[in-house]
């Protein structure tokens, strides 16, 4: 049974369950926990959802569903994701089940196609990650910045060199945006995908800006 009134009858620190399929194991796991905090939107707790459970009833202890398992984020205080310099602290969330005006039923074939589109998006980012905390050595051997990695190793230590290398880095600036671009221009893309979207952009734009501080430190060489 859902749960009516969220603000009225759920308190921060009430115990909660999240039945759900961790990690994709296909089989039925029991997180519990407590809520966290409560939002217009969202329900915080604290139980120790992963991947596989999104979907997942969260249920207080009254035996009432409150929420759906959403989604959880790694969080740091700076925020820049490019190093460990931070302590990561995860926050879980799921959505309110009381206020939702309209449920919308998707096409499983566009909604996984703009998965598999988001999936490529994920991994040049995972690949540009590596290249900034690898100090410039590795990129999981992704051949866009690999092509663009062995023109800066080849530039001359001299001005024409350095013009090269702060092109180069401006080129990776670039790569950054791209992708990130071109499917948040999509009109049909579904919600899931524009809300994950928005934490790949904030990870794009830090990666964006190291790049062009590399772009500077090059020119200032010159």
């Not at 115990?15 to 796991?29: D, E, Q, V």
Request: positive net charge.
């Amino acid at each position: 049974e859902l749960q009516g009134d969220v603000n009225k009858d759920v308190s921060v620190g009430d115990k909660l369950a999240t039945p759900g399929n961790s990690g994709g194991g296909a089989t039925i796991t029991l997180k519990y926990g407590k809520v966290v905090a409560i939002g217009p939107e969202l329900v915080e707790i604290d139980a120790l959802i992963k991947g596989g459970n999104s979907g997942g009833p969260i249920i207080h202890e009254n035996g009432h569903v409150i929420g759906i398992v959403a989604f959880f984020k790694k969080e740091t205080k700076d925020d820049a994701r490019i190093s460990s310099r931070q302590q990561v602290v995860v926050r879980r969330f799921g959505y309110r089940v009381d206020n939702v005006k309209t449920w919308e039923t998707p096409d499983w074939t566009r909604f996984s196609a703009q998965g598999e589109r988001f999936g490529r998006v994920e991994s040049l980012s995972k690949d540009l990650l590596e290249l900034v905390n690898s100090k410039f050595t590795t990129w999981n051997g992704n051949e866009s910045i690999g092509k663009i990695m062995r023109m800066v190793r080849n530039a001359k230590p001299n001005r024409e060199g350095y013009n090269d290398a702060a092109r180069c880095m401006t080129q990776l600036a670039e790569l950054c945006r791209g992708d990130v671009d071109d499917i948040s221009k999509d009109p049909g893309l579904y919600w899931w995908w524009k809300h994950n979207l928005k934490n790949e952009r904030q990870l794009r734009d830090a990666l964006s800006t190291e790049f062009e501080n590399q772009a500077k430190e090059y020119k200032q060489k010159r």
